[in-house]
Every structure is written in structure tokens, then in C-alpha cells.
């Protein structure tokens, strides 16, 4: 059991404290920031899941990223992928729709690719998901390339 940001060896404790409350291996220094992100950004626990599964997988991303318009939940700019995590997904309104399809369409404007992934997906298809995204990154790696 370690830290999964900075490989801290953690206690049974700090390992249970972290698992119920965030979902991964965190050491304590590292669970309070994330705390405080969540607090501060209103980050889905799930984009810190995630976060971490690619991190895992090798994949450099970053969390709450600004593009300059609003903050986006993961940001791969490697591949200039856009992660976006619907916390509520069955509670959509078509007031949150077309906002949402209107930031998709700002970022795609400024040559990102934006996907919307529901939290129940992550909390448990993590792997999997994490698979897919991979498999996402490979198609615009390439098309990338291509233009």
C-alpha cells in the first residue's frame, strides 16, 4: 500500500481513510489536497479515479486543466483530449445539454475532442474505461499525424 502520487508508504489507516473517501491510494498530504480540489473545483471523486487509472495505464494527463473558457475535468493535451466526468447523468436537462454541446463545440473550435463519460462508468468499469480511453488516444495520436 502506497501513495499513488508520491509512492509514501501508507498505514492501514491512512490507506482505509483514503480508500472510503476518495476511492485510491492517497497518503495523507496528498488526500487533503485533493480534498481541498474537490471543495474548491467541485471535482467528481470519480475524475480523481480516473485520473489516477490512466496515470497507472502511463498516460499524462491533468486534473481541473483550464482551456481559457472553463475548467475541464481531465486533460490529455498530448492528444488534445478533453474528459469531461457527468456526475449526474440521469438528471439532464436540455438547458444542460445544449450548454454542454456548446462548450464541446468551443473546444473542438481550439482543436480539442471532448467526451463525457457518466461517473457510473468509472466507479465500475474503471479498467475498461480506462482501456477505451487508450484506445481513443491511439485514433487521434494517428489522425494527428495525418493532418
Same mark, same amino acid.
Given at each position: 500500500?502506497?501513495?499513488?502520487?508520491? *509512492?509514501?508508504? /501508507?498505514?492501514?489507516?491512512?490507506?482505509? +481513510? &483514503?480508500? @472510503?473517501?476518495?476511492?485510491?491510494?492517497?497518503?495523507? %498530504?496528498?488526500?487533503?489536497?485533493?480534498?481541498?480540489?474537490?471543495?474548491?473545483?467541485?471535482?467528481?471523486?470519480?475524475?480523481?479515479?480516473?485520473?489516477?487509472?490512466?496515470?497507472?495505464?502511463?498516460? *499524462?494527463?491533468? /486534473?481541473?486543466?483550464?482551456?481559457?473558457? +472553463? &475548467?475541464? @475535468?481531465?486533460?490529455?493535451?498530448?492528444?488534445?483530449? %478533453?474528459?469531461?466526468?457527468?456526475?449526474?447523468?440521469?438528471?439532464?436537462?436540455?438547458?444542460?445539454?445544449?450548454?454542454?454541446?456548446?462548450?464541446?463545440?468551443?473546444?473542438?473550435?481550439?482543436?480539442?475532442?471532448?467526451?463525457?463519460?457518466?461517473?457510473?462508468?468509472? +466507479?465500475?468499469?474503471?479498467?475498461?474505461?480506462?482501456?477505451?480511453?487508450?484506445?481513443?488516444?491511439?485514433?487521434?495520436?494517428?489522425?494527428?499525424?495525418?493532418?
Amino acid at each position: 500500500m502506497t501513495c499513488l502520487e508520491c *509512492s509514501k508508504k /501508507l498505514d492501514y489507516l491512512e490507506h482505509r +481513510k &483514503s480508500m @472510503d473517501l476518495l476511492g485510491v491510494e492517497l497518503c495523507e %498530504n496528498h488526500q487533503t489536497r485533493m480534498v481541498k480540489l474537490i471543495e474548491m473545483k467541485n471535482t467528481p471523486t470519480e475524475a480523481i479515479q480516473l485520473y489516477y487509472g490512466l496515470k497507472e495505464a502511463g498516460v *499524462s494527463a491533468m /486534473l481541473e486543466w483550464w482551456d481559457g473558457n +472553463k &475548467s475541464v @475535468d481531465i486533460a490529455i493535451s498530448r492528444v488534445k483530449l %478533453n474528459i469531461e466526468i457527468d456526475a449526474e447523468y440521469s438528471m439532464l436537462t436540455h438547458e444542460q445539454a445544449i450548454n454542454d454541446l456548446e462548450r464541446t463545440m468551443h473546444s473542438f473550435k481550439n482543436g480539442f475532442t471532448t467526451i463525457r463519460i457518466p461517473h457510473v462508468l468509472i +466507479k465500475h468499469y474503471l479498467k475498461e474505461t480506462v482501456h477505451n480511453i487508450l484506445g481513443i488516444m491511439e485514433g487521434l495520436k494517428a489522425n494527428i499525424k495525418v493532418i
